[in-house]
Structure formats: structure tokens, C-alpha cells
Nanobody, 128 residues
Framework: VQLVESGGGSVEAGGSLELSCTFSGSIPSSYCMAWFRQDPGKEREGVAAIFIGRRTNTWYADSVKGRFTISRDNAENTLDLQMSDLKPEDSAMYYC?????????????????????WGQGTQVTVSS
């Protein structure tokens, strides 16, 4: 199982970035997928998660609601995070992750421990 993030970079406050995660086909469509971020010395923080079943279910951290949008394309095996109105506090290493949908539905989508599969991360830096 492989997840590879891309799209990170440097942007000024108020700007936009789109992150993408390409994952191997061995991750079933029944899995929940998520974006996390982590600053050095801080805990890994859940940013957003998505599960596509009969309908699309998404979850967001309060800090990014209305600014970030998560999406998944099962045909292309990609997970995206569209980020707008970026703030300096959004600066971090961003990771994509995959785990069981049941764990996301249980309210635990934001907990790193429920995701067995992780990418290596892509850095986002927002300057003021």
C-alpha cells in the first residue's frame, strides 16, 4: 500500500493551494481517507476526512471549515484537499491517510491511531 502526497509549497496569507494524494489500487473504495497535518513538536491534527458510500460523507476540523474542501476520485485513485484563505497557522507538514470507514463513522476520524496507512507528507508554508 502506497500513498504519495504532492502540491505543497509556500503561499502568502489569503492564498490557495491544492494538495493531492495518489494511492495504490489496493486501498479499497470502502476505506475512509483523511488529511492530517503536523508542526514540529506538536501532535498530528486531523484536518478532514471523506468516505464515499451510497452518499459522500465528509468531516472537517472546526479550524478549516468553510476554507478547505476534501474530495476523492476512486477512478483515478486520488485524494485532494483544496485549501483557500490560508492562514499562517495552517503551515505544517500535511499527510494523507487511509483507514476503515467504520472508524470514521464512529466519530474517530480525527484520531491518527485509526489509520494504518500513511503517506510521507508534503510541506505547506503560509507567510503573513
Amino acid at each position: 500500500v502506497q500513498l504519495v502526497e504532492s502540491g505543497g509549497g509556500s503561499v502568502e496569507a489569503g492564498g490557495s493551494l491544492e494538495l493531492s494524494c495518489t494511492f495504490s489500487g489496493s486501498i479499497p473504495s470502502s476505506y475512509c481517507m483523511a488529511w492530517f497535518r503536523q508542526d514540529p513538536g506538536k501532535e498530528r491534527e486531523g484536518v478532514a476526512a471523506i468516505f464515499i458510500g451510497r452518499r459522500t460523507n465528509t468531516w472537517y476540523a472546526d479550524s478549516v471549515k468553510g476554507r478547505f474542501t476534501i474530495s476523492r476520485d476512486n477512478a483515478e485513485n486520488t485524494l485532494d484537499l483544496q485549501m483557500s484563505d490560508l492562514k499562517p497557522e495552517d503551515s505544517a507538514m500535511y499527510y494523507c491517510a487511509a483507514g476503515r470507514a467504520s472508524d470514521c463513522y464512529s466519530g474517530s476520524w480525527w484520531q491518527p491511531r485509526i489509520y494504518p496507512y500513511w503517506g510521507q507528507g508534503t510541506q505547506v508554508t503560509v507567510s503573513s
